[in-house]
């Protein structure tokens, strides 16, 4: 049966274009996806960021079918089902210290929406309900819901949507290409970009801020390191004013930058950790939001038989996706797939860094296993090359990412030094055949 590509209206496509010549995915196995017409092709972007431990990986596949088969779903207010609880378990256990609970969504979206709402609660239970306003950043990207394009700062996914939140400030940016251009790792310059904060507090007041929301690296909008320094003083800031510090760390969860989360990486403790993706390996929908205890326990409080917090999913927890996280954090843990992203960040530093000098290469960004290659735009068609080099890099057999014109790469993390040179030597003679 020929297959109907109409009804399908697909999810920040070029939707006409695809159905004009449409690219599929049948089968994936280990760092491969295989192709409609049956080519392997090697995946430098982990999915979409997700697939942290490959693909169809056993352990994960396994429990995801035992569990369809034990207990399919159980409400999710009101009642528990074992595996949610030993998640959220192994959860806190892996986060760093003083994060003590962890509450279920299906999304990096849902989880930005309920970080955002919990800490607005959070300071109406302290009897600070004045604290509503929300401080996101440009080029910040926590997902589409409504609170998270009024906090997030990529012009094209809020313009066309009204008046979104109200109360809602940017920091500036920490994208220095002048000054830190090829910069290897944390970029030095930028830290000053943090002070910007100081200036939204004298300008709102302090006590009506409610949370500052940041990707600790921003990935998105095209692999944002924060320069040395940063972070450290958006957390100095923020705690000096009673502030809550959110880090989504959605795309920095798991591994990515070779260790457990961002937060542990670069030694900033926030008070909300928003997470999803690598949580289940991509398989199965789950987020998480990760908090301290000095939040969770705010909220108990008043007569016992009452909800402490009106907010929640149908899905929160679901029973599979308990299981399919579970798999995965098990599956991290044996394989040492956080450690072997570290020890190969040097060495994809390297390879990525041997790019300089190409056509059209303006910057180039890396660390862990995540790295991005900015590329000069067409005069008056911005966006056009590096989706050209997409659409190449697809028929050479291997899968990269694109925003803008920079293309943004992060494999599984059980890729070796050979694939690493595959996806390069590809990615370079994409490079050399752009207009
Ligand atoms: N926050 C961050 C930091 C993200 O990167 C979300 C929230 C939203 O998650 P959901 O699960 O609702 O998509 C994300 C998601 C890309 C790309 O290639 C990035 C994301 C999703 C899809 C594509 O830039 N990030
Ligand atoms: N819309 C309607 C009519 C519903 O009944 C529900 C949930 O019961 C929702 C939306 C929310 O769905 P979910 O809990 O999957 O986010």
Redesign the pocket.
């Known amino acids: 049966m020929q297959n109907d590509l109409r009804a399908f209206w697909m999810p920040f496509t070029a939707n006409r274009q695809f159905k004009a010549s449409p690219r599929m995915f049948v089968a994936a196995d280990g760092m491969h996806y295989t192709t409609a017409d049956g080519r392997q092709v090697l995946d430098g972007t982990s999915g979409l960021w997700c697939c942290n431990a490959g693909h169809n990986q056993p352990k994960i596949v396994e429990a995801i079918r035992q569990q369809a088969g034990e207990l399919d779903y159980a409400p999710?207010f009101q009642i528990g089902h074992p595996k949610a609880f030993q998640l959220a378990t192994r959860l806190v256990d892996m986060a760093p210290d003083g994060i003590e609970h962890a509450f279920f969504t299906?999304s990096g979206s849902?989880s930005v929406e309920t970080a955002l709402k919990i800490a607005i609660a959070y300071h109406r239970a302290r009897g600070e309900g004045q604290r509503t306003r929300l401080i996101g950043r440009e080029r910040g990207y926590h997902g589409v819901n409504f609170g998270g394009i009024s906090v997030g700062g990529i012009v094209s996914n809020r313009k066309v949507f009204g008046s979104l939140l109200t109360g809602v400030d940017h920091l500036p940016d920490t994208h220095l290409p002048e000054l830190n251009a090829f910069t290897k790792g944390q970029p030095e310059h930028g830290a000053e970009r943090a002070d910007a904060l100081e200036k939204i507090i004298a300008l709102h007041g302090a006590e009506t801020i409610a949370a500052v929301i940041v990707e600790p690296m921003a990935g998105s909008t095209g692999v944002l390191l924060p320069p040395k320094g940063y972070l450290q003083r958006l957390r100095e800031i923020t705690k000096k004013h009673g502030i809550l510090l959110i880090f989504d760390e959605v795309i920095t969860g798991f591994g990515r930058l070779g260790s457990s989360f961002a937060a542990e990486h670069f030694g900033v403790m926030p008070d909300l950790m928003v997470t999803a993706k690598g949580l289940t390996n991509g398989v199965i929908p789950m987020g998480a939001v990760l908090t301290t205890a000095e939040i969770h326990d705010a909220f108990m409080t008043g007569p016992q038989n009452l909800i402490e917090l009106f907010h929640?999913?149908?899905?929160?927890g679901n029973p599979i996706a308990s299981a399919a996280g579970l798999a995965t954090l098990e599956v991290y843990k044996e394989q040492g797939l956080f450690e072997n992203a570290a020890a190969l960040e040097s060495y994809w530093q390297e390879a990525i860094h041997a790019l300089r000098g190409l056509p059209h290469v303006v910057d180039i960004r890396n660390m862990g296993l995540i790295g991005a290659i900015e590329l000069e735009p067409i005069a008056g068609a911005p966006t056009k090359r590096a989706f050209q080099a997409f659409l190449d890099a697809f028929e050479a057999g291997l899968l990269i990412r694109t925003t803008g014109d920079i293309i943004a790469l992060s494999p599984p993390l059980i890729i070796n030094k050979a694939q690493i040179d595959e996806l390069f030597g590809t990615l370079s003679q994409i490079l050399k055949g752009l207009d």
Request: no cysteine; glycine share 12%.
């Open positions: 999710a299906n849902e929640g999913y149908t899905y929160s």
